[in-house]
């Protein structure tokens, strides 16, 4: 069956510093790939995505990059704010079968100032 | 702006209680999907809807029912409640048809605590 697998956190950085989250799925037929954000206290929101290989997701200064070669979407950014603390979701969707997300465990970011 | 909303942000409910969890989304959209979030373990599917009155299994339905009345609205229920249903509930919803293209992105609620003495 389809599976996503993220790196353990927390993931703890200085404000400013670069961040990579790695992310590598399974799945059968081509899925697009998502990022979603936890803010403290809320739900889940979108990030970015990318539907196909090659593709790069981009948003709030986040990139992400649908490697179908080495089923990879890891995510990163280049400096920080202490606004990203977060739990980070990366998570997969096939067309065929049922709508639902596969979701990864999560990765918590804490920034420091 | 598109919206989910969930009826409780916390809930205290005793072991054996018949629990209602009720999620709505003013989007118009076919399909709503119950997740609960546990540490470590991120989302994990408990059912979802692609139409009124329709449901299907998720990862871990045992324990949970739904109910889909209306397009807008989707229920989750614990028959009788215990301790290891303690866990944060996400409702989401997302549009398209049957066959819907997979890029479709979910809307999610703010979440319901819920913990079970």
């Known amino acids: 069956g389809d599976s996503v697998t993220q790196m353990e956190g927390p993931v703890t950085l200085s404000e400013e510093a670069c961040l990579t989250i790695n992310c590598t799925y399974t799945a059968t037929g081509y899925p697009s790939l998502f990022w979603y954000v936890q803010y403290p206290g809320e739900g889940l929101q979108l990030l970015l995505k990318a539907t196909k290989a090659d593709d790069k997701g981009s948003n709030k200064g986040f990139e992400a990059t649908y490697r179908k070669e080495t089923t990879s979407f890891h995510l990163e950014k280049g400096s920080v704010q202490v606004s990203d603390s977060a739990v980070y979701f990366c998570a997969l969707r096939t067309s065929a079968g049922r709508r639902a997300l596969t979701f990864g465990s999560g990765t918590r970011l804490q920034v420091q100032p | ?117």
């Open chain 2, 1 to 117: 702006d598109v919206k989910v909303t969930q009826s409780s942000r916390y809930l205290v409910k005793r072991t054996g209680e018949k629990v209602f969890l009720e999620c709505v989304q003013d989007m118009d959209h076919e399909n709503m999907f119950w997740y609960r979030q546990d540490p470590g373990l991120g989302l994990r599917l408990i059912y979802f809807s692609y139409d009124v009155k329709m449901k299907e299994k998720g990862d871990i339905p045992e324990g949970y029912s739904v109910s889909r009345e209306k397009k807008e609205r989707f229920s989750l229920i614990l028959e009788s409640a215990s301790t290891n249903q303690t866990s944060m509930y996400l409702c989401a919803s997302t549009g398209g048809l049957a066959g819907a293209r997979s890029s479709y992105e979910q809307y999610f609620g703010p979440g319901t605590r819920l913990t079970v003495t």
